[in-house]
Every structure is written in structure tokens, then in C-alpha cells.
T-cell receptor
Framework: EAGVAQSPRYKIIEKRQSVAFWCNPI?????LYWYQQILGQGPKLLIQ????????DSQLPKDRFSAERLKGVDSTLKIQPAKLEDSAVYLC?????????????FGAGSRLTVL | GESVGLHLPTLSVQEGDNSIINCAYS??????FIWYKQESGKGPQFIID?????DKRQGQRVTVLLNKTVKHLSLQIAATQPGDSAVYFC??????????FGTGTRLLVSP
């Protein structure tokens, strides 16, 4: 099966700069998740999409984070302006077609370092 | 509120030993749990899941036990191998809507 593709794998920026991450989920799946994983912690949900629409963005810092999913396929997550505490790995996930909607397949993540 | 936490941050075992990773949860309404394995530089990978109407489920070399009375689940890995070295997360999936991860336990397997 096709996996979850993410880019870039690594990004280093200075605080107050902007950054964007891209995700292409498992082909054909309507649901897409963005998670933030700070070093030493478990992933935390930022936003959940169902097709083009947002299902849950309650933990997304909307003053600086934004996400969109045009055409219900790939998605971008943007941070502007970045803060030091945004240093983390940003993971994209979608349900596994073989295991049902309950099991999420994650991409390798985009590691962000904010200096 | 929801929380899924692990008792030990690091577990060191010898190759060939059995490993037991524990997890506590607080949401009484939780009805579905998943264990993920995360290797360095990779995203979490599904290992095994269990529904609340079960108390045990077995996979290949792995067993998950669920004790709803004390809100505790564990992941047992038989004959641990160096390739099992990773961080293991239990996750709660209440209502199959939002996957809530715990902090994670790092498993170190020495030869």
C-alpha cells in the first residue's frame, strides 16, 4: 500500500519566521490528521480533516498555526510566526485501508527546529 | 479529563527476555486502545489493538492485556530482540474520534 508522504523531513528556522509542511495521505482516504510530537512526549493531535472540512482543531494554536486540505487529498500545515516552543516533529496520519478506520498510519514526520 | 500515561520511561532488557510495558488510563469511557512502536526518525507504527470487551489479545510475539477494573493495560513482548528497541506508546481512541497518546516508554534491548 502507498504510505503517508511528508516533506520536508527537516527544517531549521529562526523564531518569528514561517514554515510550511506538506502531507500526501494514503490514497483515497477521506480522513487526515496532523499531530505535533515534542521531544520526549507522545504525539498530540493538532487538527483532523474529513475530506476538505475540519472535524477537530480544538488544540491548534490558531493565532500562528493554519492548515488546509484543498481538494480533499494532500494537506499543508503552516506556522507563522514560529516560536521556540514549536520545535517538534509534525506527523501526518490517515487510516490504514487494511485495518479499518481505527488504525492510523503515520508518515515519517517533519522535524522542525526553531532557533 | 483524558489521560493515558506510562509507569516507566525506560525499560532495559536482555535479548531473549520477555518485556512488559505498562500503561494506565483515566477515562472510564475508553473503549478502544492501541499500542504503537516508534523507532528513531520514524512515525509511530501500529502493533496491536484491543477493545474494552476483551481482556487479552495476542499477536505475533506480542500480547496486550486489559484490566478495566484498575484502568490498566500492558504490552508483553516475548523473546525480545534488538529490533524491538524503540519507544512504545499506548493510545486511547475514545469514540474512534481522536487518538490520545501517552508519554511513551523507551525499550532498550541489549545483546
Amino acid at each position: 500500500e502507498a504510505g503517508v508522504a511528508q516533506s520536508p523531513r527537516y527544517k531549521i528556522i529562526e523564531k518569528r519566521q514561517s514554515v510550511a509542511f506538506w502531507c500526501n495521505p494514503i490514497s483515497g482516504h477521506a480522513t487526515l490528521y496532523w499531530y505535533q510530537q515534542i521531544l520526549g512526549q507522545g504525539p498530540k493531535l493538532l487538527i483532523q480533516f474529513q475530506n476538505n472540512g475540519v472535524v477537530d482543531d480544538s488544540q491548534l494554536p490558531k493565532d500562528r498555526f493554519s492548515a488546509e486540505r484543498l481538494k480533499g487529498v494532500d494537506s499543508t500545515l503552516k506556522i507563522q510566526p514560529a516560536k521556540l516552543e514549536d520545535s517538534a516533529v509534525y506527523l501526518c496520519a490517515s487510516p490504514s485501508p487494511d485495518s479499518g478506520a481505527n488504525v492510523l498510519t503515520f508518515g515519517a514526520g517533519s522535524r522542525l527546529t526553531v532557533l | 479529563g483524558e489521560s493515558v500515561g506510562l509507569h516507566l520511561p525506560t525499560l532495559s532488557v536482555q535479548e531473549g527476555d520477555n518485556s512488559i510495558i505498562n500503561c494506565a488510563y483515566s477515562n472510564s469511557a475508553s473503549d478502544y486502545f492501541i499500542w504503537y512502536k516508534q523507532e528513531s526518525g520514524k512515525g509511530p507504527q501500529f502493533i496491536i489493538d484491543i477493545r474494552s470487551n476483551m481482556d487479552k489479545r495476542q499477536g505475533q510475539r506480542v500480547t496486550v492485556l486489559l484490566n478495566k477494573t484498575v484502568k490498566h493495560l500492558s504490552l508483553q513482548i516475548a523473546a525480545t530482540q534488538p529490533g524491538d528497541s524503540a519507544v512504545y506508546f499506548c493510545a486511547d481512541f475514545p469514540g474512534f474520534q481522536k487518538l490520545v497518546f501517552g508519554t511513551g516508554t523507551r525499550l532498550l534491548v541489549s545483546p
